[in-house]
Protein backbone atom coordinates (compact mmCIF):
# COMPACT_ATOMS: atom_id res chain seq x y z
CA UNK A 1 0.00 0.00 0.00
CA UNK A 2 3.11 2.43 0.97
CA UNK A 3 4.53 1.91 -2.82
CA UNK A 4 1.05 2.07 -4.57
CA UNK A 5 0.77 5.69 -2.66
CA UNK A 6 3.95 6.68 -3.64
CA UNK A 7 3.41 5.85 -7.08
CA UNK A 8 0.13 8.09 -6.96
CA UNK A 9 2.62 10.90 -5.55
CA UNK A 10 5.06 10.31 -8.42
CA UNK A 11 2.18 10.71 -11.24
CA UNK A 12 0.59 13.59 -9.76
CA UNK A 13 3.60 15.64 -9.66
CA UNK A 14 4.68 14.04 -12.83
CA UNK A 15 1.17 15.41 -14.06
CA UNK A 16 1.40 18.93 -12.40
CA UNK A 17 4.67 19.62 -13.65
CA UNK A 18 3.31 18.87 -17.11
CA UNK A 19 0.36 21.26 -17.02
CA UNK A 20 2.93 24.29 -15.60
CA UNK A 21 5.46 23.43 -18.81
CA UNK A 22 2.79 22.94 -21.72
CA UNK A 23 2.00 25.66 -23.42
CA UNK A 24 -0.61 27.41 -23.77
CA UNK A 25 -2.75 28.50 -26.88
CA UNK A 26 -2.05 32.01 -28.54
CA UNK A 27 -4.79 34.01 -29.63
CA UNK A 28 -5.07 33.25 -33.43
CA UNK A 29 -3.99 36.71 -34.26
CA UNK A 30 -0.82 36.61 -32.17
CA UNK A 31 0.35 32.90 -33.65
CA UNK A 32 -0.72 34.32 -37.12
CA UNK A 33 1.95 37.10 -36.57
CA UNK A 34 4.42 35.30 -35.20
CA UNK A 35 4.01 31.85 -37.87
CA UNK A 36 4.13 34.74 -40.66
CA UNK A 37 7.28 36.15 -39.56
CA UNK A 38 9.19 32.97 -38.57
CA UNK A 39 8.45 31.77 -42.35
CA UNK A 40 9.40 35.09 -43.45
CA UNK A 41 13.09 34.60 -41.85
CA UNK A 42 13.56 31.29 -42.77
CA UNK A 43 12.31 31.67 -46.45
CA UNK A 44 14.45 35.27 -46.97
CA UNK A 45 17.06 35.27 -44.05
CA UNK A 46 20.55 35.61 -46.12
CA UNK A 47 21.60 32.92 -42.86
CA UNK A 48 18.86 30.98 -43.14
CA UNK A 49 20.99 27.72 -43.51
CA UNK A 50 22.93 28.01 -39.81
CA UNK A 51 19.51 27.78 -38.27
CA UNK A 52 17.90 24.81 -36.73
CA UNK A 53 14.23 25.90 -37.84
CA UNK A 54 12.36 23.11 -35.59
CA UNK A 55 14.06 24.25 -32.42
CA UNK A 56 14.00 27.71 -32.97
CA UNK A 57 10.79 27.70 -33.52
CA UNK A 58 10.23 25.72 -30.25
CA UNK A 59 11.89 28.22 -28.43
CA UNK A 60 10.46 30.87 -30.13
CA UNK A 61 6.64 29.25 -29.21
CA UNK A 62 8.05 29.45 -25.46
CA UNK A 63 8.87 32.65 -25.20
CA UNK A 64 5.66 33.71 -26.55
CA UNK A 65 3.78 31.29 -23.64
CA UNK A 66 0.83 33.66 -21.96
CA UNK A 67 1.53 36.79 -24.94
CA UNK A 68 -2.13 38.33 -25.85
CA UNK A 69 -1.13 40.52 -27.99
CA UNK A 70 1.34 41.77 -30.52
CA UNK A 71 3.35 43.91 -28.18
CA UNK A 72 4.26 41.36 -25.74
CA UNK A 73 5.51 39.28 -28.67
CA UNK A 74 8.25 41.99 -29.15
CA UNK A 75 11.08 41.56 -27.14
CA UNK A 76 11.14 37.89 -28.74
CA UNK A 77 12.85 39.48 -32.47
CA UNK A 78 16.20 40.76 -31.12
CA UNK A 79 16.53 37.21 -29.91
CA UNK A 80 15.51 35.78 -33.28
CA UNK A 81 17.81 38.04 -35.40
CA UNK A 82 20.90 37.45 -32.69
CA UNK A 83 20.16 33.31 -34.25
CA UNK A 84 20.14 34.71 -37.94
CA UNK A 85 23.16 37.20 -37.14
CA UNK A 86 21.54 39.72 -38.47
CA UNK A 87 22.04 42.88 -36.84
CA UNK A 88 20.80 45.05 -39.78
CA UNK A 89 17.34 43.79 -40.07
CA UNK A 90 14.41 44.85 -37.89
CA UNK A 91 10.97 44.43 -37.22
CA UNK A 92 9.01 47.60 -37.28
CA UNK A 93 5.49 48.19 -35.24
CA UNK A 94 4.03 50.80 -35.03
CA UNK A 95 6.20 53.08 -35.82
CA UNK A 96 9.75 51.92 -33.68
CA UNK A 97 11.81 49.10 -34.75
CA UNK A 98 13.00 46.40 -32.73
CA UNK A 99 16.41 44.68 -33.45
CA UNK A 100 19.28 42.93 -32.17
CA UNK A 101 22.87 44.95 -31.16
CA UNK A 102 25.29 43.27 -31.92
CA UNK A 103 27.44 43.49 -28.64
CA UNK A 104 30.63 41.83 -30.16
CA UNK A 105 30.49 44.63 -32.74
CA UNK A 106 33.91 47.00 -31.66
CA UNK A 107 32.86 50.12 -29.87
CA UNK A 108 33.39 52.82 -32.22
CA UNK A 109 35.41 55.81 -30.53
CA UNK A 110 35.87 58.58 -32.61
CA UNK A 111 33.62 61.32 -30.97
CA UNK A 112 34.08 63.57 -33.46
CA UNK A 113 32.71 61.96 -36.51
CA UNK A 114 29.87 60.93 -34.08
CA UNK A 115 28.72 64.31 -32.70
CA UNK A 116 28.68 65.60 -36.30
CA UNK A 117 26.33 62.97 -37.31
CA UNK A 118 24.51 63.46 -34.80
CA UNK A 119 23.69 67.01 -35.44
CA UNK A 120 22.14 65.79 -38.70
CA UNK A 121 24.21 67.24 -41.25
CA UNK A 122 23.22 68.57 -44.83
CA UNK A 123 24.26 68.21 -48.07
CA UNK A 124 27.55 70.12 -48.70
CA UNK A 125 28.80 71.45 -51.59
CA UNK A 126 31.83 73.81 -51.84
CA UNK A 127 34.89 74.19 -53.91
CA UNK A 128 38.30 73.55 -52.19
CA UNK A 129 42.26 74.39 -52.88
CA UNK A 130 43.61 73.74 -56.59
CA UNK A 131 39.88 73.59 -58.12
CA UNK A 132 39.25 70.36 -56.35
CA UNK A 133 35.28 69.79 -55.74
CA UNK A 134 33.94 68.90 -52.54
CA UNK A 135 30.32 67.39 -51.84
CA UNK A 136 29.54 66.10 -48.38
CA UNK A 137 26.96 63.49 -48.91
CA UNK A 138 24.98 62.76 -45.57
CA UNK A 139 22.77 59.58 -45.35
CA UNK A 140 19.29 60.26 -46.59
CA UNK A 141 15.95 58.88 -45.31
CA UNK A 142 13.46 59.00 -48.24
CA UNK A 143 10.41 58.20 -46.95
CA UNK A 144 10.07 54.67 -48.91
CA UNK A 145 8.06 56.17 -51.69
CA UNK A 146 8.94 56.29 -55.41
CA UNK A 147 8.52 60.34 -55.49
CA UNK A 148 9.93 61.19 -52.33
CA UNK A 149 13.11 59.24 -53.66
CA UNK A 150 12.95 61.35 -56.67
CA UNK A 151 12.77 64.36 -54.85
CA UNK A 152 15.27 63.20 -52.69
CA UNK A 153 17.45 62.70 -55.79
CA UNK A 154 16.92 66.48 -57.28
CA UNK A 155 17.99 67.87 -54.38
CA UNK A 156 21.37 65.84 -53.91
CA UNK A 157 22.12 66.61 -58.28
CA UNK A 158 20.85 70.65 -57.22
CA UNK A 159 23.41 71.27 -54.24
CA UNK A 160 25.82 69.76 -56.99
CA UNK A 161 25.00 72.08 -59.85
CA UNK A 162 25.42 74.90 -57.72
CA UNK A 163 28.99 75.14 -58.90
CA UNK A 164 30.70 74.81 -61.98
CA UNK A 165 32.07 71.31 -62.93
CA UNK A 166 33.29 72.26 -65.95
CA UNK A 167 36.13 74.30 -63.53
CA UNK A 168 36.30 71.08 -60.80
CA UNK A 169 40.14 69.43 -61.57
CA UNK A 170 39.28 66.55 -59.39
CA UNK A 171 36.22 65.66 -56.72
CA UNK A 172 36.22 64.61 -52.62
CA UNK A 173 33.21 62.33 -52.05
CA UNK A 174 32.87 62.38 -48.51
CA UNK A 175 30.63 59.95 -47.06
CA UNK A 176 31.74 60.28 -43.46
CA UNK A 177 28.56 61.02 -41.90
CA UNK A 178 26.36 58.64 -44.72
CA UNK A 179 24.92 56.16 -41.93
CA UNK A 180 22.42 54.48 -44.92
CA UNK A 181 19.05 55.27 -46.30
CA UNK A 182 18.00 55.11 -49.69
CA UNK A 183 20.69 54.88 -52.29
CA UNK A 184 18.99 55.61 -55.31
CA UNK A 185 18.68 59.45 -54.63
CA UNK A 186 22.26 59.23 -53.76
CA UNK A 187 23.75 57.37 -56.33
CA UNK A 188 21.58 59.72 -58.88
CA UNK A 189 22.43 62.75 -57.00
CA UNK A 190 26.22 62.70 -58.13
CA UNK A 191 25.65 60.67 -61.13
CA UNK A 192 27.47 63.88 -62.98
CA UNK A 193 30.38 62.49 -60.96
CA UNK A 194 30.16 59.13 -62.21
CA UNK A 195 28.42 59.01 -65.70
CA UNK A 196 26.58 56.03 -66.87
CA UNK A 197 27.37 52.39 -66.53
CA UNK A 198 26.89 49.67 -64.33
CA UNK A 199 27.88 49.99 -60.68
CA UNK A 200 27.22 46.99 -58.55
CA UNK A 201 24.77 44.60 -57.63
CA UNK A 202 23.42 42.17 -55.43
CA UNK A 203 24.36 37.95 -54.79
CA UNK A 204 22.87 35.49 -52.54
CA UNK A 205 24.96 33.42 -50.20
CA UNK A 206 26.48 31.80 -52.81
CA UNK A 207 26.96 34.18 -55.00
CA UNK A 208 24.44 33.71 -57.54
CA UNK A 209 23.25 37.33 -59.09
CA UNK A 210 20.31 38.93 -57.95
CA UNK A 211 19.02 42.68 -58.91
CA UNK A 212 22.19 44.68 -60.36
CA UNK A 213 22.02 48.64 -60.29
CA UNK A 214 22.70 51.25 -63.11
CA UNK A 215 23.02 54.94 -64.32
CA UNK A 216 21.41 55.34 -67.41
CA UNK A 217 21.23 59.00 -68.65
CA UNK A 218 21.87 59.91 -65.64
CA UNK A 219 19.10 58.01 -63.71
CA UNK A 220 19.20 55.57 -61.34
CA UNK A 221 18.10 52.12 -62.66
CA UNK A 222 17.56 49.07 -60.46
CA UNK A 223 17.89 46.44 -63.10
CA UNK A 224 15.09 47.87 -65.73
CA UNK A 225 13.35 49.69 -63.33
CA UNK A 226 13.69 53.69 -63.78
CA UNK A 227 13.93 55.09 -60.14
CA UNK A 228 14.42 58.75 -60.66
CA UNK A 229 13.17 60.71 -63.24
CA UNK A 230 16.18 63.47 -62.97
CA UNK A 231 16.97 65.61 -66.31
CA UNK A 232 20.48 66.59 -66.94
CA UNK A 233 20.93 69.93 -64.71
CA UNK A 234 24.65 70.50 -64.64
CA UNK A 235 26.14 68.39 -67.83
CA UNK A 236 29.43 67.68 -67.34
CA UNK A 237 31.67 67.21 -70.26
CA UNK A 238 34.18 64.68 -68.12
CA UNK A 239 33.15 61.64 -65.76
CA UNK A 240 36.32 60.61 -65.74
CA UNK A 241 38.20 62.95 -62.81
CA UNK A 242 39.85 61.60 -60.14
CA UNK A 243 37.96 61.17 -56.85
CA UNK A 244 38.51 60.66 -53.15
CA UNK A 245 36.46 58.85 -50.98
CA UNK A 246 36.28 59.49 -47.34
CA UNK A 247 35.20 56.93 -44.93
CA UNK A 248 34.30 56.59 -41.21
CA UNK A 249 32.83 53.70 -39.03
CA UNK A 250 29.81 55.35 -38.87
CA UNK A 251 29.51 54.76 -42.99
CA UNK A 252 26.63 52.31 -42.84
CA UNK A 253 24.35 50.53 -45.27
CA UNK A 254 23.22 52.53 -48.21
CA UNK A 255 26.09 54.53 -47.54
CA UNK A 256 28.13 52.07 -48.08
CA UNK A 257 26.70 50.97 -50.91
CA UNK A 258 27.48 54.54 -52.44
CA UNK A 259 30.90 53.62 -51.57
CA UNK A 260 30.76 50.07 -53.10
CA UNK A 261 29.41 51.96 -56.65
CA UNK A 262 32.84 53.53 -56.52
CA UNK A 263 34.87 50.71 -56.06
CA UNK A 264 36.67 49.60 -59.16
CA UNK A 265 36.01 52.97 -60.85
CA UNK A 266 39.38 54.39 -62.24
CA UNK A 267 41.59 57.17 -60.64
CA UNK A 268 39.51 56.60 -57.02
CA UNK A 269 41.21 56.16 -54.44
CA UNK A 270 39.60 55.42 -50.39
CA UNK A 271 40.79 56.92 -47.39
CA UNK A 272 39.52 57.58 -43.65
CA UNK A 273 38.34 54.45 -41.94
CA UNK A 274 36.58 50.54 -42.30
CA UNK A 275 33.14 51.22 -42.73
CA UNK A 276 30.46 50.29 -40.44
CA UNK A 277 29.86 46.68 -41.78
CA UNK A 278 26.51 46.27 -43.05
CA UNK A 279 26.78 45.37 -46.39
CA UNK A 280 23.69 43.42 -46.72
CA UNK A 281 20.94 43.95 -48.84
CA UNK A 282 17.70 44.48 -46.68
CA UNK A 283 13.86 43.81 -47.85
CA UNK A 284 10.68 44.33 -46.11
CA UNK A 285 7.83 42.02 -45.60
CA UNK A 286 4.12 43.05 -44.45
CA UNK A 287 3.15 41.12 -41.48
CA UNK A 288 -0.07 42.91 -40.98
CA UNK A 289 -1.09 46.36 -40.27
CA UNK A 290 2.41 48.84 -40.31
CA UNK A 291 4.10 46.21 -39.32
CA UNK A 292 7.05 45.13 -41.50
CA UNK A 293 9.74 42.80 -41.18
CA UNK A 294 13.15 44.08 -43.09
CA UNK A 295 15.47 41.34 -43.71
CA UNK A 296 19.13 41.22 -44.77
CA UNK A 297 18.50 38.49 -47.43
CA UNK A 298 21.64 39.52 -50.01
CA UNK A 299 25.23 40.77 -50.38
CA UNK A 300 26.16 43.56 -52.25
CA UNK A 301 28.60 43.40 -54.97
CA UNK A 302 30.69 46.11 -57.07
CA UNK A 303 31.35 46.74 -61.09
CA UNK A 304 33.89 43.87 -60.82
CA UNK A 305 31.89 41.56 -59.01
CA UNK A 306 33.61 42.17 -55.31
CA UNK A 307 31.49 40.94 -52.75
CA UNK A 308 31.63 42.76 -49.74
CA UNK A 309 30.56 40.48 -46.68
CA UNK A 310 31.58 43.16 -44.23
CA UNK A 311 33.14 46.66 -44.15
CA UNK A 312 35.25 48.55 -46.69
CA UNK A 313 38.48 49.09 -45.72
CA UNK A 314 40.00 52.20 -47.14
CA UNK A 315 43.34 52.35 -49.38
CA UNK A 316 44.85 54.89 -47.21
CA UNK A 317 44.11 54.31 -43.18
CA UNK A 318 43.56 57.41 -41.19
CA UNK A 319 42.04 57.12 -38.34
CA UNK A 320 40.34 60.44 -36.53
CA UNK A 321 42.23 63.84 -37.68
CA UNK A 322 38.65 64.64 -38.50
CA UNK A 323 37.51 68.78 -38.40
CA UNK A 324 34.00 69.03 -40.25
CA UNK A 325 33.41 73.21 -39.15
CA UNK A 326 37.02 73.88 -41.00
CA UNK A 327 38.22 71.26 -43.69
CA UNK A 328 41.61 72.90 -43.71
CA UNK A 329 42.32 71.46 -40.58
CA UNK A 330 41.27 67.86 -41.44
CA UNK A 331 43.70 64.80 -41.77
CA UNK A 332 41.36 63.05 -44.10
CA UNK A 333 41.06 65.64 -46.43
CA UNK A 334 44.34 66.68 -46.71
CA UNK A 335 45.48 63.56 -47.51
CA UNK A 336 43.09 63.27 -49.88
CA UNK A 337 44.26 66.60 -51.56
CA UNK A 338 47.47 65.79 -51.38
CA UNK A 339 47.25 62.57 -53.54
CA UNK A 340 45.15 64.64 -56.12
CA UNK A 341 47.53 67.08 -56.61
CA UNK A 342 49.93 64.54 -57.52
CA UNK A 343 47.96 63.92 -60.47
CA UNK A 344 46.55 60.28 -58.53
Known amino acids: MKKLWLLMLLTAATHAAHCQTAPAPLPDSIQTFLDKSLTLLETYSLERSTVDWPQLRQTVYQKAQGAQS?????????????????????????????KWRNTARPAYINTVVKEALAKKPGILVKMLPNNVGYIQLPGINAGGSLQAMRDAAKVVQDSLCRINSDKVRAWIVDLRLNDGGAMAPMLAGIAPLLGDGHLGGFVDKDGKPDQQWYLKQGNFYM??????TLQDRCPVKRTDKPIAVLLSGMTASSGEIVAISLKGRPATRFFGEPTYGATTANESYRISGSSYLTIAGLLETDRNKTTYKTSLTPDVLITGGDNFTDLRQDAKVAAALKWLKKGR
Open 70 to 98: VRELLPIYPYVFEQLKDDHGWLTYKGKTY
Open 223 to 228: DTLQVT
